[in-house]
């Protein structure tokens, strides 16, 4: 009799364990909490100044100002450890976004929903992003045409740039 119990306690078990919930940040060490600013609420606004000289030379060339958002998220240690598929690389690109402006201006950026098992390999959960501006046939090596201008970027968390927005100030190279 002792046997038979045995044997359904772990058909019991083994039936449990089958119908666990999938891992959380709770109960799997590699997840990270995911950061509230990476489900919505998380518009922003990038504002785009050129100098004289820069803005002269986009209208003469017919060019316009094309701005790039990268969402990204550095891959967490325990996500790199295990090396879990999209951690190989120390950053993990989440999205990708583009608005291109005429002349400068303000460029708003819609709120984005991030994909949640991604973030769950990052640190933190936190999603970081990376505005780049350029003119809009910036290094097109199909036709060999060479950048116009030369622009700061932004790197930061994705909560900053909704807080404060972003500012970039473009001259041209030659400047």
Avoid at 108 to 133: A, C, K, M, W, Y
Avoid at 144 to 173: H, N, P, S, W, Y
């Amino acid at each position: 009799m002792p046997i038979r119990t045995l044997l359904s306690a772990a058909l019991a078990t083994l039936m449990l364990s089958a119908c666990e919930p999938a891992p959380t940040p709770d109960t799997d060490p590699h997840r990270q909490p995911v950061a509230a600013v990476a489900s919505g609420g998380n518009a922003f606004q990038v504002r785009v100044t050129v100098s004289e000289a820069a803005a002269a030379a986009l209208e003469a060339n017919d060019e316009s100002i094309l701005i790039t958002a990268d969402y990204f998220g550095y891959a967490s240690v325990a996500a790199q450890q295990r090396q879990l598929a999209g951690a190989e690389e120390p950053w993990l690109s989440l999205a990708r976004h583009q608005v291109e402006l005429a002349a400068a201006g303000s460029a708003d950026f819609p709120e984005i929903s991030l994909d949640t098992e991604q973030l769950q390999l990052v640190e933190e959960g936190l999603p970081h992003l990376r505005v780049n501006v350029g003119s809009a046939s910036a290094v097109d090596d199909d036709t060999g045409e060479a950048e116009l201008l030369d622009c700061g970027t932004f790197q930061d968390t994705l909560a900053a740039a909704v807080r404060t927005g972003v500012d970039i100030d473009c001259k041209l190279i030659a400047e």
